[in-house]
């Protein structure tokens, strides 16, 4: 009996089309998971008189320098090593009858400030404005050769020195940034 249910079982199996190794189906790759990257939102102080657009909620914070000037600093870090950051200053003296030398001095001594606290070298530096005051746009590369190149803007507003820097990986970034920065 136990002969004929095997021979039974043998012969269905023969008869039918047995497909034990079939190749796999082709299917398609996962797809890769965008990094999420945080909104851009407004921010505006009024304090500050500035709005500018940045990536997630910058943390907000005011450190008093041995020479008695409050910097104030916005600033977003996000995961990927990219940085977005503002600060600004009131300088204790104006500027005598808007004489360019003392203008320029002013500028090229907050560019090196900003370089000089990004543990960077300057690459470039240009002048540009901003409604009518006078900026400084420069190019920086940090000496750790895993920071990204960052670039940032300076301007000085009456007695006040507005300073904006972005380190990303992503170019359009650091612009999208730095375009959005406005007074009011």
Not at 14 to 24: C, G, I, N, T
Request: proline share 8%; charged share 15%.
């Amino acid at each position: 009996m136990k002969f004929l249910y095997i021979l039974l079982v043998t012969a269905t199996l023969l008869s039918y089309p047995v497909k034990f190794a079939r190749p796999a189906a082709s299917q398609p790759a996962p797809l890769r998971t965008a990094i999420q990257t945080p909104e851009w939102q407004p921010f505006c102080s009024a304090m500050g008189q500035f709005a500018i657009d940045m990536p997630a909620n910058p943390k907000i914070n005011s450190e008093t320098f041995s020479n008695q000037i409050i910097a104030h600093t916005y600033r977003s870090n996000l995961k990927n090593k990219e940085t977005y950051l503002l600060q600004y200053f009131d300088l204790d003296f104006r500027l005598r009858n808007n004489n360019i030398n003392n203008i320029r001095i002013t500028l090229n001594n907050a560019v090196d400030f900003f370089v000089v606290a990004a543990n960077a070298k300057v690459l470039q530096v240009r002048d540009i404005s901003l409604g009518g005051y006078p900026g400084k746009e420069f190019e920086f590369q940090p000496l750790s050769p895993t920071e990204p190149v960052g670039v940032g803007q300076v301007f000085l507003v009456e007695t006040r020195v507005y300073g904006l820097v972005a380190t990303t990986p992503e170019p359009e970034n650091a612009q999208k940034f730095l375009d959005s920065f406005r007074l009011f």
